[in-house]
Structures are given as structure tokens and as C-alpha cells.
Antibody, heavy 119, light 112 residues
Framework: QVQLVESGGGVVQPGGSLRLSCAAS????????MHWVRQAPGKGLEWVAL????????NYAESVKGRFTISRDNSKNTLYLQMNSLRGDDTAVYYC????????????WGQGTLVTVSS | DIVMTQTPLSSPVTLGQPATISCGSS???????????LSWFQQRPGQPPRLLIY???NRFSGVPDRFSGSGAGTDFTLKISRVEAEDVGVYYC?????????FGQGTKVEIK
């Protein structure tokens, strides 16, 4: 069955960096678009970034453009999110999610990893 | 960005009764490929979101048939025909016609 397991969250100071990972299994990772979506504590969902199956195309929310980088290693079935210049409003649970093939949405989500930006 | 607006934000429902959530978009969600990329997600307390409906009215694998989606253009609806206790949670619509993908604010469904 599809499994997505995020890791790498934690507490970081404003201006700091963090790299999140998402280990995927149970499906052909290299064939799917992958996404990061975040949820601030007690708030709604915010789409963050997408990456094409071959890794050559990415798309970002305006709020993270220039600070966050989505990448993938298809040989390791792993998705990444490099987060730099972190701010307080980046505090959230970060979910990775896979696309529903051919339907331009996301179907399976990981359990999420919490990133807290605080001094 | 396309703004997604859900109503109501809170919906107390009696078990076995129907529930309806509306979602409006600030512009048409019809993609140049002819598809309308509107999805619905359920988020139970403490859980990640779960896909219920995609492309307006397609039920995802394993989703009970008491959930249905409808709509077109800028106005969409999620209906739960008979609410069960396990349906408690927050429901989100999401558009993926245009980047950035955007979500509605969420509608909390709770039992009266």
C-alpha cells in the first residue's frame, strides 16, 4: 500500500534552515508528480510546491518562492524540501502528497512533520 | 490567485441527516484541457487530509457512496447523504486548475 513518511521537522530559529524528507513506498515514485502542503497550527491547508516526475520542473507558492526548494531522488524514492530563511509564519505541519495519476489532484498524504520557527 | 470560499464554516448535523457544503471560486475552474479541477478532502481530528472527490464529482477509491460532489464553473457542492459519526471533521475544497493550487477555509462538520 502507499506509504509516505516525512521526517526532518523540528525547532529552528528565524532565518535558519531545515531540510525535510519524505520516504515513499508502495507505488512507482518516479512516475508521479509530488507535492508539499502545509498547515499552520489550528489553521487551514496551504499548497507549497510541486515537482515533476523527472525533477526538471517545479512550481511554488508565492509565500515560499526563492526560499524553499523542492527536489527528489528517484533512485531513493525520496522527496525533499529545503527550507531557507525561515520565518515565524512558516511554522506548520508539512505534508508530502502524491498526485492521483492523470487527475491533477493529490490522493495519498503522509502523516506530516512539524516545523516550528521560534527564537 | 484563485480564492476559494466555503460556506458554512461550521455545520452541526444530526446523525442520519444530510449535510451540504458549498464552495465558490473567484474565477472559473474550467481548465484549457476541458477538465474542471475541483477536489474535496476530509480531515479528521489529528489526521492528514483524505481525498474524497476529484474533478468535481468523481469519488476516490474506498470513499462511501454517501459522499457526492457536483457543480460547474465557479460553484460546487459536497453532499453527505446521511451523516455518520465517523464523518466528523473539517472538509476542504481545493482548486488545481491554476497555480498556485488553493484551498477553501474549511468547513467543520460536527454532530448536534
Amino acid at each position: 500500500q502507499v506509504q509516505l513518511v516525512e521526517s526532518g521537522g523540528g525547532v529552528v530559529q528565524p532565518g535558519g534552515s531545515l531540510r525535510l524528507s519524505c520516504a515513499a513506498s508502495g507505488f512507482s515514485f518516479s512516475r508521479h508528480f509530488m507535492h508539499w502542503v502545509r498547515q499552520a497550527p489550528g489553521k487551514g491547508l496551504e499548497w507549497v510546491a510541486l515537482i515533476r516526475p523527472d525533477g526538471k520542473i517545479q512550481n511554488y507558492a508565492e509565500s515560499v518562492k526563492g526560499r524553499f526548494t523542492i527536489s527528489r531522488d528517484n533512485s531513493k524514492n525520496t522527496l525533499y524540501l529545503q527550507m531557507n530563511s525561515l520565518r515565524g509564519d512558516d511554522t506548520a505541519v508539512y505534508y508530502c502528497a502524491k498526485d492521483l495519476d492523470g487527475s491533477w489532484t493529490v490522493d495519498y498524504w503522509g502523516q506530516g512533520t512539524l516545523v516550528t520557527v521560534s527564537s | 490567485d484563485i480564492v476559494m470560499t466555503q460556506t458554512p464554516l461550521s455545520s452541526p448535523v444530526t446523525l442520519g441527516q444530510p449535510a451540504t457544503i458549498s464552495c465558490g471560486s473567484s474565477q472559473s475552474l474550467v481548465h484549457s484541457n476541458g477538465n474542471t479541477h475541483l477536489s474535496w478532502f476530509q480531515q479528521r481530528p489529528g489526521q492528514p487530509p483524505r481525498l474524497l472527490i476529484y474533478k468535481v464529482s468523481n469519488r476516490f477509491s474506498g470513499v462511501p457512496d454517501r459522499f457526492s460532489g457536483s457543480g460547474a464553473g465557479t460553484d460546487f457542492t459536497l453532499k453527505i447523504s446521511r451523516v455518520e459519526a465517523e464523518d466528523v471533521g473539517v472538509y476542504y475544497c481545493m482548486q488545481s486548475t491554476q497555480f498556485p493550487w488553493t484551498f477553501g477555509q474549511g468547513t467543520k462538520v460536527e454532530i448536534k
